[in-house]
Nanobody
């Protein structure tokens, strides 16, 4: 099973930007659907954005549409999340996840994704 490591989190003021990266090792993710999820303190983990292996299918949580962009570089075994116009409510631990059973997006719920990173903290100050 591949290992996923997120990076790029940090503290940013509202209105600022961050770019999260997810590096995969121990195997290729080029044929996997990939996703970004987040978990705020005291809340359940929730879907943020997902992308199919070819980038032909991309879905976003309504709250981040127009501000976040998910992308991938299969040659580098990487997935990214560009986050612009950040808001305090975007504060959370952000997780990268892989659906190793599908190259297309089967869904945006957690059970569809069987490989997870350890997360990277994003804090947006007001």
């Amino acid at each position: 099973q591949v290992q996923l490591v997120e990076s790029g989190g940090g503290l940013v003021q509202a209105g600022g930007s961050l770019r999260l990266s997810c590096a995969a090792s121990g195997g290729t993710i080029s044929r996997y659907a990939m996703g970004w999820f987040r978990q705020a303190p005291g809340k359940e983990r929730e879907f943020v954005a997902v992308i199919s292996w070819s980038s032909g299918m991309i879905y976003y949580r309504e709250a981040v549409k127009g501000r976040f962009t998910i992308s991938r570089d299969n040659a580098k075994n990487m997935v990214y999340l560009q986050m612009n116009s950040l808001k305090p409510e975007d504060t959370a631990v952000y997780y990268c996840a892989a659906d190793s059973h599908s190259s297309t997006v089967r869904g945006m719920t957690l059970p569809n994704y069987d490989c997870w990173g350890q997360g990277t903290q994003v804090i947006v100050s007001s």
